[in-house]
């Protein structure tokens, strides 16, 4: 769209290295419980050893890198006050300055994810990850008013430098609340 | 997992990946993935506070459900792209279905390179996620 040049100019080039992330065989069990899946190849050495293959990770298990950012926005930090339920409905005094906030994160969606998977993740593997923002556009939507959209590229290396997997995401900022 | 001598370009393929989502499970997804957001795990923030009817599910939950069907038909560590675009929210209680579409297919001496369109849909047939996925089988 023709408006990104513009809208690019401040975010463009800021690489950001996050902290690593080690590749834990527990976090592999856990992830994937969470999505239900029971292949024996993300938990059980003697399976995998029995086809020649190591334990792996399933194909979106580097989004759990968040775990290790320590400035992820969407993780209670200890002895910091946190925008969901306690005794009131929020924790976070919402002003109306703070609500009309572009950055305020009632009304950030994810978009889209995009894969590249270079090589397999397994167990010791420690990789770390380096975002760049990508594009920015804006649409307008009728179940959700005024869309703003930003894409951000994450590499994630292996600690030989190697590319393991290329990831692209977009989130989208809506006006109000999306119409079912 | 799909027969490489007999697939086909326009050959379906499909599998249930969740039934009767519950929130439990929207939050074991935000306990491995460290999202947190309490539209995902905060019912009372998610009503009164944002206006949705329930928590709902991540985006990546969905597309981690997805995947479960594309490696159960493709093998293990097979993936070489998968992307996805989120359509539609999904909800605590939705059944989800996964259906693939054989696009390209292209044999080489060891491998074969394998294309499919991926959509996932609900219970109402309403498409939650549409995507695409490429595979290297040896």
Same mark, same amino acid.
């Given at each position: 769209m023709d408006f990104n040049s513009t809208i690019n100019i401040h975010t463009k080039g800021e690489k950001m290295s996050k902290k690593s992330m080690p590749i834990e065989k527990g976090h592999i069990m856990m992830f994937a419980r969470a999505i239900g899946d029971k292949n024996?190849?993300?938990?059980d050495d003697d399976y995998a050893s029995q086809n020649n293959k190591n334990i792996i990770a399933p194909? !979106?298990?580097?989004?759990?890198s968040a775990q290790f950012d320590?400035?992820?926005?969407l993780r209670p930090k200890i002895d910091e006050p946190w925008f $969901?339920? $306690?005794?009131?409905? !929020? $924790?976070l005094v919402k002003s109306e300055e703070k609500a009309n906030d572009?950055?305020?994160?009632?009304n950030i969606l994810h978009a889209e994810q995009h894969f590249e998977y270079h090589q397999p993740v397994c167990p010791g593997d420690i990789l770390t990850p380096t975002s760049i923002p990508g594009e920015k556009w804006e649409k307008e939507s009728k179940r959700a008013g005024l869309l703003k959209f930003s894409e951000s590229i994450t590499e994630y290396r292996n600690e030989k430098d190697e590319l393991v997997i290329t990831a692209r995401s977009v989130g989208v900022v809506t006006e109000k609340t999306v119409e079912n | 997992m799909l027969n490489l001598n007999k697939v086909q370009v326009g050959d379906n393929f499909s599998e249930k990946?969740?039934? #009767?989502?519950?929130r439990t499970q929207i939050v074991q997804y935000a306990g491995v993935s460290g999202d947190y957001n309490p539209i995902h795990t905060d019912e009372v923030f998610a009503k009164?506070?944002?206006?949705?009817?329930s928590v709902f599910a991540h985006g990546m939950l969905t597309m981690g459900l997805t995947g479960k069907m594309l490696t159960n038909l493709l093998?293990?560590? #097979?993936?070489k792209k998968f992307g996805v675009r989120f359509t539609n929210q999904v909800w605590p209680g939705d059944s989800l279905i996964t259906r693939a579409t054989v696009t390209e297919i292209k044999k080489g001496s060891d491998k074969t390179i394998i294309s499919l369109e991926v959509t996932t849909e609900n219970q109402n047939k309403i498409i939650v996620l549409t995507g695409s996925a490429t595979a290297s089988i040896s």
């Amino acid at each position: 769209m023709d408006f990104n040049s513009t809208i690019n100019i401040h975010t463009k080039g800021e690489k950001m290295s996050k902290k690593s992330m080690p590749i834990e065989k527990g976090h592999i069990m856990m992830f994937a419980r969470a999505i239900g899946d029971k292949n024996s190849i993300y938990y059980d050495d003697d399976y995998a050893s029995q086809n020649n293959k190591n334990i792996i990770a399933p194909p !979106t298990f580097t989004q759990s890198s968040a775990q290790f950012d320590p400035d992820y926005f969407l993780r209670p930090k200890i002895d910091e006050p946190w925008f $969901g339920s $306690g005794k009131n409905p !929020t $924790g976070l005094v919402k002003s109306e300055e703070k609500a009309n906030d572009e950055s305020s994160s009632n009304n950030i969606l994810h978009a889209e994810q995009h894969f590249e998977y270079h090589q397999p993740v397994c167990p010791g593997d420690i990789l770390t990850p380096t975002s760049i923002p990508g594009e920015k556009w804006e649409k307008e939507s009728k179940r959700a008013g005024l869309l703003k959209f930003s894409e951000s590229i994450t590499e994630y290396r292996n600690e030989k430098d190697e590319l393991v997997i290329t990831a692209r995401s977009v989130g989208v900022v809506t006006e109000k609340t999306v119409e079912n | 997992m799909l027969n490489l001598n007999k697939v086909q370009v326009g050959d379906n393929f499909s599998e249930k990946v969740v039934d #009767n989502l519950t929130r439990t499970q929207i939050v074991q997804y935000a306990g491995v993935s460290g999202d947190y957001n309490p539209i995902h795990t905060d019912e009372v923030f998610a009503k009164e506070v944002v206006g949705y009817p329930s928590v709902f599910a991540h985006g990546m939950l969905t597309m981690g459900l997805t995947g479960k069907m594309l490696t159960n038909l493709l093998g293990d560590g #097979n993936l070489k792209k998968f992307g996805v675009r989120f359509t539609n929210q999904v909800w605590p209680g939705d059944s989800l279905i996964t259906r693939a579409t054989v696009t390209e297919i292209k044999k080489g001496s060891d491998k074969t390179i394998i294309s499919l369109e991926v959509t996932t849909e609900n219970q109402n047939k309403i498409i939650v996620l549409t995507g695409s996925a490429t595979a290297s089988i040896s």
